[in-house]
């Protein structure tokens, strides 16, 4: 069956979800796939085992878009912060509001993305949504870390001269960014000096606390490698990448699935110890899609844990 769950190490117990609550909406999994001229995005998130469990929402959340006329991915993930009641709501505005204003600088012609602008814009929507639309008070903007705390990451990529992929990120919390070349993940991160002073937990920097200081980090990945944006549902379990799911994402993603709902199987893996919402983007260049349309590559094969 080409549903049946990746099992690694001990799985965890089968169980039938509960529904997550109906307002707002959100579907216990997405998936998403397409290409541009020259980029390839596959994309996934889905509830973890212990949200299903109780009935909660995906706190998790991504959008990804493309503009068309400079050819570039433009991406935003994010990750509710568990103690605060409405992090999923503040997890889908920070996306939203992050790819809007980046896709509004691509086309104003900005040569170089403001991120600052960008994460004020995306901090300041929540406030908005505690305030409804008047300018917060103090009070208030404690009220919005409370409800709302949310990690993000955002950038945009797109192909560079010889097949690289030109990468420019930017980072407020615990969600991260890789590079996977050669069988080897490389995290990619920026500036790691971080505080939690106010926030909900102290164990992570989440929106709508904005860093003093927010600059984008330019990468540049070589032609064969494979760019992963990801919450800590994902990176919790990777790990340096050496162990049981690092080869099989190795395996799986150093090239793209033909079909998009190949990333949601692959993220959707059951293993006891890890319970929590799993987002990844994956980008390649085009040129490493198999485009022949024979998909019996895709299924089956490859490490099993």
């Excluded at 995005?41 to 493309?66: E, F, N, T």
């Excluded at 709508?208 to 600059?215: D, Q, R, T």
């Excluded at 790990?239 to 049981?244: A, F, N, P, S």
Aim: proline share 8%.
């Amino acid at each position: 069956m080409p549903w049946e769950r990746i099992r690694l190490g001990r799985p965890a117990a089968s169980f039938e979800p509960k529904p997550p609550p109906a307002d707002p909406y959100r579907p216990d999994t997405l998936f998403d796939g397409w290409s541009t001229r020259g980029l390839t995005v596959r994309l996934a998130s889905v509830r973890g085992d212990a949200h299903r469990y109780s009935g909660q929402p995906r706190q998790d959340d991504i959008v990804v878009a493309a503009h068309e006329p400079t050819d570039t991915v433009v991406f935003a993930v994010a990750d509710g912060v568990s103690a605060a009641a409405q992090s999923h709501v503040g997890a889908a505005l920070a996306c939203r509001t992050a790819v809007a204003d980046v896709l509004r600088q691509l086309d104003d012609g900005r040569p170089q993305v403001d991120w600052a602008r960008t994460v004020k814009s995306s901090a300041y929507q929540l406030f908005m949504r505690v305030t409804r639309g008047a300018e917060p008070s103090p009070e208030q903007k404690r009220e919005a870390q409370t409800l709302l705390a949310t990690t993000l990451v955002t950038g945009l990529v797109r192909l560079a001269e010889g097949g690289k992929l030109e990468v420019d990120l930017v980072h407020v919390g615990d969600s991260g960014a890789w590079m996977l070349h050669e069988g080897r993940f490389r995290p990619l991160r920026g500036d790691t000096k971080e505080r939690a002073e106010g926030l909900v937990s102290h164990a992570v920097t989440a929106l709508p606390w904005v860093p003093p200081s927010i600059e984008g980090t330019w990468y540049t990945l070589p032609a064969d490698g494979t760019l992963l944006i990801g919450t800590d549902g994902f990176g919790d379990p990777l790990g340096d990448g050496t162990g049981r799911i690092g080869k099989r994402m190795a395996w799986e993603l150093g090239r793209p699935p033909r079909e998009p709902l190949a990333l949601a199987q692959l993220l959707d893996f059951s293993w006891e110890t890890f319970d929590d919402d799993r987002t990844l983007l994956a980008v390649w260049p085009r040129h490493r899609l198999d485009e022949s349309g024979d998909t019996t590559a895709y299924w089956g094969g490859g490490p099993t844990g």
